[in-house]
């Protein structure tokens, strides 16, 4: 599986997008990225999934570049709630796979007031 | 949709007893489900891939014979800790896999705090 690498920690505001980078550069074809958010002593949440260009939900938005070795998540208009961690992975494709998923440390985002 | 549960939320117990954790698919059935552990700032690690109807998959170093996993039924899994010990105390979190049509997702309960004592 395809390793990623994101920001340790990242600090914003009450109000502002925050963009996280993510760096996956020995994605394979049919790898997918999928990115997690995770309070303390909570379960990982799902929050978005894509495989190339642009991905929407009501949550996040994903950015995708056409080499797909790197992914941007981004969080428009975070409050205090949205301070969690924050992991990018890579998914492989295709049904019945039994690959693992490789959790990284997370981008550790801080929303101050 | 995808919604996982686990239960107990916590649970703390005296060293050399057993602990049992559930992890239960609510609106969905779920032919895998996995077992992670995590311990303070660090990040999830998996210990293994329970099948259903089938013997678990464990990673290299955990121990079956002390991580016991059955997965006897399409929404349940549960993880018993036999004789645990202090350095067992840890954040435990299953996921269940939901595999689409191009891509699989795994969505995760909201885990379980063990402390032994």
């Known amino acids: 599986l395809a390793k990623t690498t994101q920001p340790i920690s990242m600090d914003s505001y009450e109000g502002q997008e925050v963009n996280i980078t993510c760096s996956h550069n020995?994605?394979?074809?049919?790898?997918?990225i999928t990115w997690y958010q995770q309070f303390p002593s909570q379960g990982p949440r799902f929050i978005i999934q894509?495989?190339?260009?642009?991905v929407t939900n009501e949550v996040a938005s994903l950015f995708i570049p056409a080499d797909r070795k790197s992914s941007t998540l981004s969080l428009p208009r975070v409050s205090l709630s949205d301070t969690a961690v924050y992991y990018c992975l890579v998914v492989p494709g295709g049904a019945g796979n039994n690959r693992k998923l490789i959790w990284g440390l997370g981008t550790s985002l801080a929303v101050n007031p | 949709g995808a919604v996982v549960s686990q239960h107990p939320s916590w649970v703390i117990c005296k060293s050399g007893t057993s602990v049992k954790i559930e992890c239960r698919s609510l609106?969905?059935?779920?032919?895998?489900m996995f077992w992670y552990r995590q311990f303070p700032k660090q990040s999830l690690m998996l210990m293994a891939t329970?099948?259903?109807?089938?013997?678990?998959?464990?990673e290299q170093g955990v121990e079956k014979d002390k991580f016991l996993i059955n997965h006897a039924s399409l929404t349940l899994s549960t993880l018993t800790v036999t004789s645990a010990h202090p350095e067992d105390s840890s954040f435990y979190i299953c996921s269940a896999r939901v595999s689409g049509h191009t891509t699989e997702t795994q969505y995760f309960g909201p885990g379980t705090r063990l402390l032994v004592l």
């Open positions: 329970s099948n259903e109807g089938s013997k678990a998959t464990y």
């Open positions: 609106d969905f059935q779920a032919t895998t």
């Open positions: 894509g495989y190339k260009t642009k």
């Open positions: 020995n994605i394979a074809t049919n790898d997918y």
